[in-house]
């Protein structure tokens, strides 16, 4: 399946409830989102991921992310149309949570591969010179990660990322739905992780430590080389 487009045409700049010349630009940019399809079937990544955890983690609770983002952004438009400065704070949490998912997971999709079209393959080049150089091997880094995502407390995500001004390499986590770049700006995500129940508990029940184990041997490092050489050439 192709990777359809992210953000859709219907743009909320132009509804004219819009109150004002400033409240009006706000909102030129600013468009509803829709779930993007997969590049491989649901099926594809088994073992390490099942099927049926792929279907409900893509079709539902992303969708739900994408859907409710949608909403609480109309919702935005309406308020801010009637000069609603409480609603307008309010929805700040639901957009940044619902937003925030939507971003983290098209991002996780990405990084995701069926081992015969690559999964699982250490990254070459650029990145995994930068990867000996910051963390000393390939295997240090996934011992890192699979420890500050197994020690995470409730949910949220677990991130190889570059900050492509320091031209460094970083392990991150994230609560819940909040995106590398709530942890700094020149933050750029090369590796996501996924670390809810939803990710994994239909499969692995409440064992975190297998999942993260098992996932690296579908982990798309072409795709996290192509990020790293675009970012830092």
Not at 46 to 54: C, D, H, K, L, T
Request: glycine share 10%; with cysteine.
């Amino acid at each position: 399946m192709a990777l359809r487009a992210l953000l859709t045409r219907k743009t909320l700049a132009s509804a004219p409830r819009l109150g004002g010349a400033a409240a009006a630009a706000s909102f030129r940019g600013l468009q509803t989102s829709s779930l993007p399809d997969l590049p491989y079937d649901y099926g594809a990544l088994q073992p390490a991921i099942s099927g049926e955890i792929m279907q409900l983690h893509h079709q539902k609770h992303h969708q739900a992310y994408v859907t409710n983002y949608n909403k609480a952004l109309e919702q935005l438009h309406d308020a801010m149309g009637k000069g609603d400065a409480p609603a307008v704070v309010k929805l700040q949490s639901a957009i940044k949570f619902n937003g925030g998912g939507h971003v983290n997971h098209s991002i996780f999709w990405k990084n995701l591969a069926p081992i015969q079209e690559g999964g699982g393959e250490p990254p070459k080049g650029s990145l995994g010179w930068a990867i000996d150089d910051h963390f000393q091997s390939l295997d240090a880094l996934v011992q890192k990660m699979n420890a500050e995502g197994a020690a995470l407390q409730g949910s949220g995500w677990v991130w190889l990322g570059v900050d492509k001004e320091l031209k460094k390499l970083v392990v991150e986590t994230t609560s819940n739905q909040d995106p590398l770049v709530t942890k700094g700006p020149s933050l750029i995500p090369l590796i996501g992780i996924d670390v809810w129940e939803h990710a994994y508990y239909l499969q692995y029940k409440n064992v975190r430590p297998d999942y993260l184990k098992n996932i690296w041997k579908v982990i798309n490092w072409k795709y996290a080389s192509e990020v790293y050489e675009k970012e830092c050439p």
